[in-house]
């Protein structure tokens, strides 16, 4: 008997953060008729993962976040600095309600659930077919939504890593504060090349994450981790012999200037980092994320192409490339670097920028809160990179930094 390959409108190919936050968005519009399918080897369950994150309160998500915050500590080894972030705010959504809320909307919208590794995606230029690894067709689709990881399509000048591990730890009396929590932390030990700092985020006075991070070109072993963060628990005071460990988060996210290929056929469309929505200068991802899904989702309820805009401005990209050029060059210190920038501009106007919302008037405020001659020579720099990387025969670009 003949298997029949389904044909849907849509389908994700991945079914992660980005793909959840798709389905979630897609389960707030009216959508008849609209066939959906979800490729993806596991279904997502449980707290895999945490994102943090800044924005208005009201949104669709408030139901589904663990804590959200009015204010936030940055710290460094000179001052603690309290910003007040409303009309923002800091809010934690833990992967296990998105996963929940996306699976309900699958099954409201009779979305069919291929439990299978994607492979290729081939578009003909009237359909878009996801094949398995051996080149088996999975499913044919109008547009395919791919949030699966991938390198960018060009190497970047400047390629760090934001890699981080966390510890959710409770305690049996209170021990934290949840009215505050600790943006950044940037009295921990620094990398000779990079930036370190830790973090607080309580849930509750009895239950927080405490997670230490870099901002650096390569990746610890995870006794290096464990290492940072008994030291940094020491740093705040806090009694590890009178908390339990009860979960360990870890990750590592790109920070690079390469481009990703968002777009790399008509009918195929990249999300989350494949898709550029991670922000090369922090490694911030969830609320471009965010925007992607939304745009997404008014695209297909209206019947127009999924296609969301970029995630950042290209000003953005361009600053961000030459802040990497800058950290990764030494031509500023990084924990200098961030405590000014904090310390010149309005915290909302840092955090919007952190995400991609500020506009040119800001940007410009902000270009002349940092630096000058270091930034200036960072940003030669990286015009010369490009320079070159545009001189440079196909196929010859390099993954490494370059000098200078």
Not at 72 to 95: G, N
Not at 302 to 317: D, E, F, M, S, T
Not at 354 to 363: F, H, K, M, V
Request: hydrophobic content about 40%.
């Amino acid at each position: 008997m003949r298997h029949v390959i389904p044909d849907v409108d849509l389908v994700l190919v991945g079914g992660g953060g980005a793909a959840s936050l798709v389905l979630a968005a897609l389960g707030r519009e009216r959508l008849p008729g609209v066939r959906l399918a979800i490729v993806d080897p596991v279904r997502k369950r449980g707290q895999d993962r945490t994102w943090a994150f800044w924005g208005t309160p009201g949104t669709a998500f408030d139901q589904l976040l663990s804590a959200s915050w009015d204010r936030v500590d940055v710290v460094t080894p000179e001052r603690r600095r309290v910003l007040e972030l409303q009309p923002l705010r800091y809010a934690m959504l833990r992967s296990a309600p998105l996963y929940e809320l996306a699976a309900e909307v699958e099954q409201r919208l009779g979305a069919v659930r291929i439990t299978a590794p994607a492979g290729r995606v081939a578009d003909d230029g009237d359909r878009v077919t996801v094949l398995d690894a051996d080149g088996t067709p999975l499913v044919r689709a109008g547009f395919a939504l791919d949030s699966r990881p991938r390198k960018p399509a060009r190497p970047g000048r400047t390629n760090w890593l934001q890699h981080f591990r966390g510890w959710w730890l409770e305690a049996d009396r209170p021990v934290f504060d949840p009215e505050s929590a600790v943006l950044m932390d940037f009295r921990t030990p620094q990398p000779a090349r990079g930036v370190s700092f830790g973090y607080v985020l309580p849930v509750s006075d009895r239950f927080a994450l405490v997670e230490y991070t870099e901002f650096s070109p390569a990746v610890l072993d995870g006794d290096a981790y464990d290492a940072a963060l008994r030291g940094y628990a020491d740093l705040t005071g806090l009694d590890l012999g009178a908390l339990r460990v009860r979960e360990v988060e870890d990750g590592v996210i790109p920070m690079t200037d390469g481009v990703f290929e968002a777009r790399p056929s008509a009918r195929v469309v990249r999300l989350g980092t494949a898709g550029g929505a991670t922000r090369p200068s922090t490694g911030f991802t969830f609320s471009a994320m965010v925007r992607q899904a939304d745009e997404v989702a008014r695209a297909v309820a209206a019947g127009r192409p999924p296609v969301p805009k970029p995630a950042y401005p290209l000003r953005h990209r361009w600053m961000d490339a030459v802040q990497l050029r800058a950290l990764d060059r030494g031509l500023v210190d990084g924990v200098a670097f961030f405590d000014r920038l904090f310390d010149r501009n309005p915290p909302d106007r840092v955090l919007r920028f952190l995400d991609g919302t500020t506009s040119w008037a800001e940007d410009l405020t902000l270009m002349a809160s940092s630096p000058l001659l270091p930034m200036t020579r960072a940003a030669a720099g990286d015009a010369a990179g490009r320079l070159s990387a545009g001189r440079r025969p196909r196929g010859s670009a390099r993954s490494g930094p370059t000098g200078g």
